[in-house]
Each structure stands twice: as structure tokens, then as C-alpha cells.
């Protein structure tokens, strides 16, 4: 994922992006693709973040740089001030129809998975608040009912096949976003670091990846870790490899044993990334890296 809005807006903090009419996606995608990157995740947020950088020609020019490089793509829905699983009809409708045009003007992109965050931040907010367990889960499947609608909805929108739908376990009980993707006959991206801040759920990383082996399609690879300083719980993610408590090795070893062939995406600035690459060839030297 070689952009994200936290990046662009650390540039402009720093000076090194001032003027936004200058932005190039294609730009950014071909500097990953000679940093040796073959697949790269689409952010669609940034089509709204800043607008006309994911216009109708853009999309076009990378799906030209798509074809002559040999890459792949994939999308990540937006999620800035969406929330599919909105009480508010209003809000949930708008949501829905928001992630409809996005996926319909990334068709030309052909991605392998659209990458979904089926909750957002209203969910989580929800998912936290200290409740009786049984008003939690009421409060939470009440959530996840919202939810389904929207991604019934989103799929007789757009027609896209349910397998290419890959839901995020976000902050919210993994539980019942696996139980949507049940439902839907939907796919998986297994987010690492989130799980290690323990968003979505107490899971250890190797359990979560062998009990949902069978609908993953795509990782989030970053580090993350949970642990308690002094009185507070401090929870990390979309660290560097090696920096919080992903086990590594084992987390590759699993994958090429199961001969996993889906996109590996570094939630990381491209410097982290780089970083990251380096520490997996230091710990899994048996790992091939082309």
C-alpha cells in the first residue's frame, strides 16, 4: 500500500507536499514497483482526500502500468467517515452508496480483492463501551445486522463475486464478521497488526490465520503488540517488522507451507517497508524474495 492519507498528511507537515495539484498516483505506484513491490493496494479513500487523483483517466493510466509492468492490484474501500453498520439509515445508506461508486470506478483496475472495513468507527466505539456480556452482544449483533444489509446491498449493487469481497477484522468481535462472511460466501484479509493490538480479539497470530485459513485471500503485514505500562494498556500497530510481537517466521513458514499464492501488503511507509523486507530475509532465509 505505497499511500495512505496519515502519509500524505505527514508530508505536508514536513514540507515535502505542498501543492496537492502535483500528486501523481502513477507516479508513486511505478516509484513501488522499482523498489520491487509486485502488487499494489489501492487506497480509494484518497479519491476524496484528494481530489481528481483517482479520476477516470487515472484509472486508466494505472491500469495501463498494470498491463505493461505485470503487477497486481487490489482496493481498499473507503472508510474515512463511513460506517456501514450505522443505526442511522441515512448514514448507512450514504455509506453504501459511497462504496458502491468507489468499486465501480476501480473496475478497470481488474483488483484481485476488494479489501472492506464491513464496521467503522461508530462500531468500535460501540464494541468498547463496558457492558453486561449480554447487553455487549446484543449491542454488537445489533451492529453486525446493519452491516449485513449493507454488504447484501453492496454486492447486488455492483455484481461483484462475493469471493472478491475480503472483510478486515477491524476493531470489532471477529466473531461476527466471520459469521457475515459465512452468510455472504465472502473472503478474508487477515490485518496482523491489528490482532496484535488486540482489536479483534485474544487471539494468538498462528491460531486467527489456521482457524480462518479457508476464506484468507490477502495480509496486512505490519507489526503490533498489546502490553501494559504501569496502569495503562498500550496498544501498537502498522509498526515495522521485528519492532512489535508478530512471530515471523512462523507466520511465513505456515503461509508457504500451505502454498498460500495471495498478496502479501505492507501497511507501511515505504522507508518501514523496506525495513521490513530486510528483517524477513534476516529471519526466514529459506523464504524466497524475488
Not at 451492529?143 to 477491524?170: F, I, W, Y
Not at 487477515?190 to 485474544?202: P, Q
Not at 502490553?227 to 512462523?250: A, F, N
Request: aromatic fraction near 8%; charge should be negative.
Amino acid at each position: 500500500m505505497p499511500l495512505d492519507f496519515g502519509e500524505i498528511m505527514n508530508n505536508i507537515l514536513r514540507g515535502r507536499t505542498i501543492d496537492l495539484s502535483k500528486f501523481s498516483f502513477p507516479e508513486i505506484v511505478k516509484r513501488s514497483i522499482k523498489r520491487g513491490f509486485h502488487h499494489i493496494e489501492i487506497t480509494l479513500d484518497l479519491g476524496y482526500v484528494v481530489p481528481g487523483s483517482l479520476n477516470e483517466t487515472i484509472i486508466d493510466e494505472l491500469a495501463k502500468i498494470r498491463d505493461e509492468e505485470g503487477v497486481s492490484y487490489s482496493v481498499h474501500l473507503p472508510l474515512w467517515s463511513i460506517e456501514p453498520a450505522s443505526p442511522n439509515e441515512y448514514i448507512r445508506r450514504a455509506s453504501t452508496e459511497s462504496l458502491v461508486n468507489s468499486i465501480e470506478q476501480a473496475k478497470t483496475l481488474q483488483p484481485e480483492s476488494h479489501v472492506h472495513h464491513s464496521t467503522g468507527a461508530l462500531a468500535a466505539e460501540f464494541s468498547r463501551l463496558i457492558l453486561p456480556p449480554a447487553y455487549g452482544d446484543l449491542v454488537n449483533r445489533s451492529m453486525a445486522s446493519h452491516s449485513d444489509q449493507s454488504v447484501e446491498e453492496l454486492l447486488s449493487a455492483t455484481g461483484v463475486p462475493p469471493r472478491k469481497l475480503a472483510l478486515e477484522n477491524v476493531e470489532f468481535p471477529f466473531s461476527l464478521t466471520r459469521e457475515t462472511v459465512d452468510r455472504f460466501d465472502l473472503s478474508i484479509c487477515f490485518d496482523t497488526g491489528h490482532l496484535l493490538a488486540g482489536y479483534s480479539g485474544k487471539i494468538p497470530v498462528l491460531e486467527f490465520l489456521e482457524r480462518h485459513f479457508d476464506r484468507i485471500v490477502e495480509l496486512h503485514l505490519h507489526d503490533g503488540f498489546t502490553r501494559k505500562m504501569g496502569e495503562q494498556i498500550v496498544r501498537r500497530d502498522h509498526l515495522p517488522l521485528g519492532t512489535g510481537d508478530l512471530p515471523i517466521s512462523d507466520l511465513l513458514g505456515f503461509l508457504e507451507g500451505e502454498g498460500f499464492d495471495g498478496p502479501l501488503v505492507f501497511e507501511l511507509a515505504f522507508d518501514e517497508a523496506t525495513k521490513s523486507l530486510e528483517t524477513i530475509r534476516r529471519l526466514c532465509p529459506n523464504i524466497k524474495i524475488e
